[in-house]
C-alpha cells in the first residue's frame, strides 16, 4: 500500500487563473498518475507522471494547460492553468502499486471551484 | 465504443440485507476488473480485484463475481452496515496496466438502520 498526501485539499479560484496541485507518497512509485473527477462522473485519467521525463498525457489534455513536474520518485505536481469554470473539479493524485502494479491508491483529492 | 455501466441510481438498503451492485460493460476484453470505494470528500479506496479467468472472489462480507459471457459483474456485500454506505466504482482494463483502468461513474449505496 501506499499513503499519498495531496494539497491544497480545496481552493477557489478565479478564472485566468493557475493552481498548483502537489503529491507527496510515502514510499518510491514508479507510477503515478493524475485523474479528473467531474461532478457525477466517473474518473479520467489525464496523464502519467513519468519520472525524469516529459508526462504522457491521454486524449484531449495537453501539457500547456495541465503541465506536470515528476522531479523523484515520491513527489509530483499538476498546474492547472488559465482556469475557467469548466475545470471545476476534483482532481486526484494516485500511484500504482502491488503486485504487477494493478491496483492503484488514491490521495484524498483537490475540490477545486473556479469563479 | 466502449462503455462501463453502472446501477445508474442510488441503491437503499436495509441494515443486514445484502447490497447487490452490478457493472456491465461492453466492447471490452478486460484482463481484470476491480472494485473501489468512495465516500465523500475522498479519494477511491482498492477493494477487490478480479482476473478474467476468476468466477468469484471474496473478502470478509464482500463478493465479486465475475461473467465474461454476460460482460458483467456483480458487487455483494453481505450483513450489510450504515458505515457501509458510500459510492462503489468499477473498473476495467484490457491489459495488465493500471494505466489503462477505466472507470464507471459509481453506485451510490445507502444502508438504512
Known amino acids: 500500500s501506499a499513503v499519498i498526501s495531496q494539497k491544497p485539499s480545496r481552493d477557489i479560484c478565479q478564472r485566468g487563473t493557475s493552481l498548483t496541485i502537489q503529491c507527496q507518497v510515502d514510499?518510491?512509485?514508479?507510477?503515478m498518475f493524475w485523474y479528473r473527477q467531474q461532478p457525477g462522473q466517473s474518473l479520467t485519467l489525464i496523464a502519467t507522471a513519468n519520472q525524469g521525463s516529459e508526462a504522457t498525457y491521454e486524449s484531449g489534455f495537453v501539457i500547456d494547460k495541465f503541465p506536470i513536474s515528476r522531479p523523484n520518485l515520491t513527489f509530483s505536481t499538476l498546474t492547472v492553468s488559465n482556469m475557467s469554470p469548466e475545470d471545476s473539479s476534483i482532481y486526484l493524485c494516485?500511484?500504482?502499486?502491488?503486485?504487477?502494479?494493478?491496483?492503484?491508491?488514491f490521495g484524498s483529492g483537490t475540490q477545486l471551484s473556479v469563479l | 465504443s466502449q462503455k462501463i455501466e453502472q446501477n445508474s441510481e442510488a441503491l437503499n438498503i436495509q441494515e443486514g440485507k445484502t447490497a447487490t451492485l452490478t457493472c456491465n460493460y461492453t466492447?471490452?476484453?478486460?484482463?481484470?476488473l476491480q472494485w473501489y470505494r468512495q465516500d465523500p470528500g475522498r479519494g477511491p479506496v482498492f477493494l477487490l480485484l478480479?482476473?478474467?479467468?476468476?468466477k468469484e472472489k471474496r473478502k470478509e462480507r464482500l463478493k465479486v463475481t465475475f461473467d465474461t459471457t454476460l460482460k458483467q459483474s456483480l458487487f455483494h456485500i453481505t450483513a450489510s452496515q450504515p458505515a457501509d454506505s458510500a459510492t462503489y466504482l468499477c473498473a476495467l482494463s484490457p491489459s495488465g496496466s493500471a494505466r489503462q483502468l477505466t472507470f464507471g461513474s459509481g453506485t451510490q449505496l445507502t444502508v438504512l438502520p
Open positions: 478480479i482476473r478474467e479467468n476468476e
Open positions: 494516485s500511484v500504482a502499486t502491488g503486485t504487477g502494479s494493478e491496483k492503484l491508491f
Open positions: 466492447n471490452y476484453s478486460p484482463a481484470y
Open positions: 514510499s518510491q512509485v514508479t507510477m
